[in-house]
């Protein structure tokens, strides 16, 4: 098989990402590049509603060999962990990177700089962490990037909350999306995660994200290169109404979408204020989430 190019090698060469740049820098002049569409003048210093202003913030980064299998390989995710989020959940499991956004800052040249050196370091991918309140800074990463020699795929991995405008000006830049779908319903959603319109604009954003990238594809060595990964992680007492999310997944998306139906939950963060957060997913729940994926008839559960 021949090695699979990223498009953003194409887009970089033409000048086409130079002035997707452009475009999305303009938008943090008055920021909407998610759903809650805040107008802060981050570019001015004002903080949105993530609380990110206008320098990157990161908080890790280095090969990651607790992501899917498909990602992982033997060299291992280069995972960058973004600080801040479009999202407040309260059973946040970083919440201390998340919320409080522990990190520091980098120019999207210190960016690319690390992108070279985890693939230097075998690195299969570069996995982008909670990328959506930093897409225009890091998309100028992956122009300095591509001009030095970047040529594993980019893997966006979002809490699904992202706006369609913005991921259309990420089409053939992104490789793989992997969004984790949270919740099945709007309802309770601002409580939750702060987000009351939640599961109608992730549904959105997924949508455009499969028009972009299509089914998973992995080589001979089953390492993913391109298309769409869903995540959703399943929570106690159905809060999360699993069934809703996979029923979308199936009949809006592709029963031969790959899924990766998550068990790990447990109370963090302020769950412990939430009666119905506060204890750990039992066996049963997850059986029966695993259950209703196959009575839908999804084939790529990973």
Same mark, same amino acid.
């Given at each position: 098989?021949?090695?699979?190019?990223?498009?953003?090698?194409?887009?970089?060469?033409?000048?086409?990402?130079?002035?997707?740049?452009?475009?999305?820098?303009?938008?943090?002049?008055?920021?909407?590049?998610?759903?809650?569409?805040?107008?802060?003048?981050?570019?001015?210093?004002?903080?949105?509603?993530?609380?990110?202003?206008?320098?990157?913030?990161?908080?890790?980064?280095?090969?990651?060999?607790?992501?899917?299998?498909?990602?992982?390989?033997?060299?291992?995710?280069?995972?960058?962990?973004?600080?801040?989020?479009?999202?407040?959940?309260?059973?946040?499991?970083?919440?201390?990177?998340?919320?409080?956004?522990?990190?520091?800052?980098?120019?999207?040249?210190?960016?690319?700089?690390?992108?070279?050196?985890?693939?230097?370091?075998?690195?299969?991918?570069?996995?982008?962490?909670?990328?959506?309140?930093?897409?225009?800074?890091?998309?100028?990463?992956?122009?300095? #990037?591509?001009?030095?020699? =970047?040529?594993?795929? *980019? $893997?966006?991995?979002?809490?699904?909350?992202?706006?369609? @405008?913005? /991921?259309?000006?990420?089409?053939?830049?992104?490789?793989?999306?992997?969004?984790?779908?949270?919740?099945?319903?709007?309802?309770?959603?601002?409580?939750?995660?702060?987000?009351?319109?939640?599961?109608?604009?992730?549904?959105?954003?997924?949508?455009?994200?499969?028009?972009?990238?299509?089914?998973?594809?992995?080589?001979?060595?089953?390492? #993913?290169?391109?298309?769409? =990964?869903?995540?959703? *992680? $399943?929570?106690?007492?159905?809060?999360?109404?699993?069934? @809703?999310? /996979?029923?979308?997944?199936?009949?809006?998306?592709?029963?031969?979408?790959?899924?990766?139906?998550?068990?790990?939950?447990?109370?963090?963060?302020?769950?412990?204020?939430?009666?119905?957060?506060?204890?750990?997913?039992?066996?049963?729940?997850?059986?029966?989430?695993?259950?209703?994926?196959?009575?839908?008839?999804?084939?790529?559960?990973?």
């Amino acid at each position: 098989m021949k090695k699979y190019q990223p498009q953003y090698l194409k887009l970089a060469k033409t000048g086409e990402l130079y002035d997707r740049i452009q475009l999305l820098r303009r938008i943090l002049e008055s920021c909407t590049l998610c759903p809650h569409r805040c107008r802060a003048k981050r570019l001015e210093g004002e903080e949105g509603f993530c609380r990110a202003g206008a320098k990157m913030v990161i908080n890790s980064h280095g090969p990651h060999f607790g992501e899917e299998s498909v990602l992982v390989g033997r060299g291992g995710s280069g995972t960058i962990f973004f600080s801040h989020c479009n999202l407040r959940c309260v059973f946040c499991q970083n919440y201390r990177i998340s919320h409080r956004g522990v990190g520091y800052e980098i120019s999207p040249d210190k960016l690319a700089q690390i992108m070279i050196s985890l693939q230097k370091k075998g690195c299969h991918n570069i996995n982008l962490v909670t990328p959506s309140h930093f897409v225009p800074q890091i998309v100028e990463g992956v122009y300095h #990037a591509a001009k030095r020699g =970047l040529t594993i795929p *980019l $893997v966006y991995n979002t809490s699904g909350y992202d706006r369609v @405008k913005i /991921l259309k000006l990420l089409e053939n830049v992104v490789d793989i999306y992997m969004p984790d779908i949270k919740f099945g319903y709007n309802e309770k959603t601002k409580k939750y995660i702060g987000a009351g319109n939640y599961f109608d604009h992730t549904k959105m954003a997924v949508k455009e994200m499969y028009r972009q990238v299509g089914n998973l594809k992995t080589d001979g060595n089953n390492l #993913a290169y391109r298309g769409l =990964l869903i995540r959703h *992680l $399943v929570m106690p007492n159905n809060l999360e109404n699993t069934e @809703k999310v /996979l029923e979308f997944v199936s009949e809006e998306i592709s029963k031969e979408a790959a899924v990766n139906i998550m068990p790990q939950y447990y109370p963090s963060h302020k769950a412990y204020m939430y009666p119905e957060l506060s204890r750990r997913l039992n066996s049963s729940e997850y059986r029966l989430a695993i259950e209703h994926a196959k009575n839908l008839s999804l084939t790529n559960i990973i």
